[in-house]
C-alpha cells in the first residue's frame, strides 16, 4: 500500500500565508484565510484516505476531463470550474469533492483541503497564474502544456518550480510513450547517421479568431472569473470551451497547442539545453499578424549553434543545427520532395522527419519509418536504454509520494524549455 504523503510536501504555514498575501481575495477567500474555514466551499471536504494522494483539479471539461480520469484513482477532495455546468457534471463523478468556481478559493484553502497536489488544465492564459500561486504554497503541480502563454511566464514558472522544490509535471502525455523512447534511441544509435535537422508539422490548424459584438455568454459561465486578472471585454461568441487558442489574449495558435508534443522529440533525442533555446536565431512567417486572432498557418526555423552531434561522427561543419515547424496545411519541402520521388504521402501519416547524413527517419506518436528502404532494410534497432514509462501522470504521483521532484520526465524544468522554444516561434512571428 502507497505510504501516506509526508507533512513535508503539504504547504507550511507560512508558505500559505506568503501565497495567500500574492492573491486578490475574494470575500470566500477572505474567510478561510481568517476563520481557517469557508462554509460554502468547504462543507463536504471528505477525511484523508490513508492510501490515495488528495488532489485539486483546476478546469472540468475536454483535456481537463482527460486529466481527472488519470488521476481519479486517487483522493480528488476539491474541482473548480468557471462553467457550473461542467463543474455539477464533475462533482456528479466525486460527489465528495468540495467544488467552486474560483480557483483562488482552492489555493488558498490548501490546508483546510489537506492538499497534497493540484491539476491545472485551464485554458493557457491562466496557466502561470495558477501554477505559480501553487507553487508559492509548496504544492506540486501538474500542468497542461504549454506551460505558459509567453516566454517571460514559462521563465517565472521555472524558477518558482525550482525555489519550490516540489513534484512538477506539464501535460505532454506522449513523453511517456513507447514509441518516442525507442525513436530517441534509434536515432542516437546512427539511424540516420549524423542528424543535420529536423522539420516538425502538423496539418491542422488553430487561427483566425475573430471578435463578436454583442455577443452573450452561456448562463453556466462566470465570463469574468473565465478572463482572469486581464482586461475585461466582452464575451466572443464560441471561445468556450475550446476556441480560445484562436486569440492571442488567451491562446497561441496551433504552434502553442501542438508544438510542445511534437517538438518534444527533437528536443530531447538531440538533447538541446536552456541555453540552446534561449540563444537560437529564430525566423518565422506566415499570413499578416493580426491584433486578435492567431495566424491560419506558419513557418518557424531555430538555428542553433553548439548542438552536439548526434547519431555519428563530428563532421567539424560549422553550419548550425536546424529545427523546422510547419502548420496550418504548410508543409516541408524535404518531405514534399522525397514523397513526390517515392508517390508516397509522409505528410499526413508522420509528424516529424529527422534528416541525417545516411538518411531520414519517419515518426509520429506510434510509429517510425527509416527511409530509403535499402536503409530500413540494413538497420538493426538498438538495446533499449529508456526503460518504458509507468505512465505520464503516475509519474508524477509517484515522485509526490517518494518526495523526489526530479523522477518526473516533463517536470516544469524540461517542460518550460519546451514552452519557450514554442512561443519563441510565437513571438519572433508577431514581432
Known sequence: MPRSPTATHRPSRRQFLVAAAGLALTPALARCVSARRAPAFLQHVSPRRPDALRLACIGTANRAWDNIQEVRHEQIVALCDVDSAYLERAGAAFPDAARTRDWREVIACARELDLDGVVVSTPDHMHAPVTRAALHAGLPVYCEKPLTRTVAEARAVR????????????GTQIHAGENYRR??????????????????WVTKSWGDGRLTPGA??????DWD??????????YIEGIHPGNWR????????????????????????????DEHVASAEVFAEGPPVDAVGTPSWLEVSWAMQGVPAVGGLDSGAPDPFVLRWFDGGRMS???QEIGAKDRVNYHDRFNVCFQGTEGALFANYGEMLLWPGARAAEWKPPTVSIAPSVGHHREWLQAIRAGRPSETLCGFGYGSRLTELVLRGVERYRG
Open 159 to 170: 524558477e518558482a518550480a525550482s525555489r519550490a522544490g516540489v513534484a512538477t509535471q506539464m
Open 183 to 200: 525513436v530517441v534511441e534509434a536515432v542516437r544509435a546512427g539511424a540516420v547517421g549524423r542528424v543535420t535537422a529536423v522539420d516538425c
Open 216 to 221: 452573450v455568454a452561456p448562463a453556466t459561465l
Open 225 to 234: 472569473l473565465w478572463q482572469g486578472d486581464g482586461p475585461k471585454v466582452p
Open 246 to 273: 484562436r486569440y492571442w489574449a488567451y491562446g497561441t495558435g496551433t504552434l502553442g497547442d501542438m508544438g510542445c508534443h511534437i517538438l518534444d522529440l527533437p528536443v530531447w533525442t538531440m538533447g538541446l539545453t
Open 333 to 335: 519541402p524535404f518531405v
